[in-house]
């Protein structure tokens, strides 16, 4: 079955380019695209797409905003950040709004088309930069850390291997247990840190 994707982007010739691309790949179905927030938030819940690949620099209404108004209309879809911007502060709006991974428009196509598949296989694409840009920035606040401290050692764990990226699957193996115990973690990682999201678990990760 081809995944369903959409493009939000303001830019013709980024939209034109990331068109061509999802358009030569037999296994990836182009169904929308937007200009705008006002439009995605029209088109995006009646195509359900399974991912969207979201600019942040949007008209009017910014990408982190449509993805934070998108997330409880479309629960089974994964956003992709696809950006300019690399700095601390919009990386972190765009993971609390309920974004996936985060990705540079720089990144290649090939980087590109795997981090597609990544987000629908449990995983979280970040570049190194990126993610370390993240750690670097909130490693000089002073934040609570009660939530995470209720977390026993295995569930550090596997939000930590979580934040790194890793699919369900490869944390599994990691640990040396089965999928379905690694979501049994998840639900519990996300009751106590009172979140509902595995982008919003590695924001409060990150963020401590």
């Given at each position: 079955?081809?995944?369903?994707?959409?493009?939000?982007?303001?830019?013709?010739?980024?939209?034109?380019?990331?068109?061509?691309?999802?358009?030569?790949?037999?296994?990836?179905?182009?169904?929308?695209?937007?200009?705008?927030?006002?439009?995605?938030?029209?088109?995006?819940?009646?195509?359900?797409?399974?991912?969207?690949?979201?600019?942040i620099?949007?008209?009017?209404?910014?990408?982190?905003?449509?993805?934070?108004?998108?997330?409880?209309?479309?629960?089974?879809?994964?956003?992709?950040?696809l950006?300019?911007?690399?700095?601390?502060?919009?990386?972190?709006?765009?993971?609390?709004?309920?974004?996936?991974?985060?990705?540079?428009?720089?990144?290649?196509?090939?980087?590109?088309?795997?981090?597609?598949?990544?987000?629908?296989?449990?995983?979280?694409?970040?570049?190194?930069?990126?993610?370390?840009?993240?750690?670097?920035?909130?490693?000089?606040?002073?934040?609570?850390?009660?939530?995470?401290?209720?977390?026993?050692?295995?569930?550090?764990?596997?939000?930590?291997?979580?934040?790194?990226?890793?699919?369900?699957?490869?944390?599994?193996?990691?640990?040396?247990?089965?999928?379905?115990?690694?979501?049994?973690?998840?639900?519990?990682?996300?009751?106590?840190?009172?979140?509902?999201?595995?982008?919003?678990a590695?924001?409060?990760?990150?963020r401590?």
């Amino acid at each position: 079955m081809k995944i369903r994707l959409s493009i939000v982007e303001d830019d013709e010739p980024t939209r034109r380019l990331l068109g061509d691309i999802v358009r030569s790949t037999a296994d990836i179905e182009l169904v929308s695209v937007s200009v705008d927030t006002e439009s995605a938030l029209e088109s995006l819940p009646r195509d359900q797409p399974d991912v969207v690949l979201m600019d942040i620099n949007l008209p009017k209404l910014s990408g982190v905003e449509c993805v934070r108004r998108l997330r409880p209309l479309l629960p089974k879809t994964q956003f992709l950040m696809l950006t300019v911007y690399e700095d601390a502060d919009h990386i972190f709006a765009a993971l609390a709004a309920g974004a996936t991974g985060y990705l540079l428009k720089s990144t290649r196509r090939e980087d590109l088309l795997t981090a597609i598949q990544q987000v629908l296989e449990g995983g979280s694409p970040m570049s190194i930069g990126i993610a370390r840009k993240v750690v670097q920035s909130f490693s000089k606040t002073d934040s609570p850390r009660s939530d995470l401290e209720t977390l026993s050692p295995r569930e550090q764990s596997v939000l930590s291997l979580l934040a790194q990226g890793l699919l369900y699957k490869e944390i599994a193996e990691s640990l040396a247990i089965s999928v379905p115990t690694v979501n049994t973690y998840i639900r519990r990682i996300y009751e106590k840190l009172h979140v509902r999201s595995r982008s919003q678990a590695i924001a409060t990760y990150l963020r401590n």
